[in-house]
């Protein structure tokens, strides 16, 4: 492969992960929609959707392995293409979680009462999706410092998820009817949590593609 296709196939690769990006983004805004609001149709298009979050896991990670094979990169490419199969795999799994989220709902009887906590779920859900969002922005740029300090916002997305989670089983205790749906509830809260930890793991791979260094934040 000459160096000029293979720049051009690196950009590809490097436009096709931020596009996953996007999708997955847009999966988990939709899914924590669907649960606070009770849109039992949207839950369904979004676990349908998941299989097309999957795909492009699997095709970023084929054309990964097949520029390393047909190139040999070296430095900087390599980490750019090591960084992109990495980090596509920690978004596939933020898409897992949207999904999850879904699924949650679907478990929850149309007519069962609200808990009272679902605009803080929407709140999450905003932040989390804020720190997926900020960390993809982080790898378009480059910025390693930017992505370090992405990663520090993971806490808030922990306080708050529990601070919720404790206002759930307070309900669950008062009201025994709300023990089954408080459960999806907790459920979600736990896959929100998750994508935080796994858009703090897209940061730590933007400060490998930048450093080489392999750390946890």
Same mark, same amino acid.
């Given at each position: ?5 293979? @720049? ?5 690769? +490097?436009?096709? =992960? ?6 997955? %983004? ?7 929609? #669907? =649960? ?19 795909? @492009? ?7 990964? =392995? ?19 199969? *990495? ?9 897992? +979680? #949207? ?12 007519? %069962? ?6 605009? &803080? ?6 932040? #989390? *999706? ?13 910025? #390693? ?6 990663? &520090? ?12 989670? &404790?206002?759930?089983?307070? %309900? ?10 408080? *459960? ?6 736990? +896959? ?5 930890? =796994?858009? *703090?793991?897209?940061? @730590?791979?933007?400060?490998?593609? &930048?450093?080489? @260094?392999?750390?946890?934040?």
């Amino acid at each position: 492969m000459l160096r000029t296709n293979f @720049e051009e196939e690196l950009n590809k690769l +490097h436009n096709q =992960f931020y596009s996953m990006g996007t999708q997955v %983004s847009s999966q988990l805004n939709r899914a924590v929609r #669907a =649960f606070v609001s009770r849109d039992y149709d949207l839950a369904e298009e979004i676990i349908e959707g998941d299989s097309e979050i999957n795909a @492009e896991e699997i095709s970023l990670e084929t054309k990964s =392995f097949e520029m390393i094979a047909l190139q040999q990169p070296v430095s900087g490419d390599l980490r750019t293409i090591i960084t992109v199969l *990495k980090a596509s795999s920690d978004l596939e799994r933020v898409g897992d +979680h #949207a999904a999850s989220i879904a699924k949650a709902l679907k478990n929850i009887p149309e007519d %069962s009462p609200l808990l009272g906590v679902e605009q &803080k779920i929407s709140i999450l859900g905003e932040k #989390a *999706k804020m720190i997926l969002d900020a960390s993809l922005n982080a790898y378009i740029q480059g910025d #390693a410092d930017r992505a370090r300090e992405i990663a &520090k916002k993971d806490l808030e997305i922990d306080l708050l998820a529990d601070e919720i989670e &404790k206002s759930v089983l307070i %309900s669950m205790q008062e009201q025994q009817d709300n023990i089954e749906m408080g *459960k999806d509830y907790i459920l979600t809260l736990m +896959h929100l949590e998750r994508v935080g930890d =796994f858009a *703090k793991n897209v940061c @730590e791979w933007v400060v490998y593609l &930048k450093t080489g @260094e392999l750390i946890e934040l």
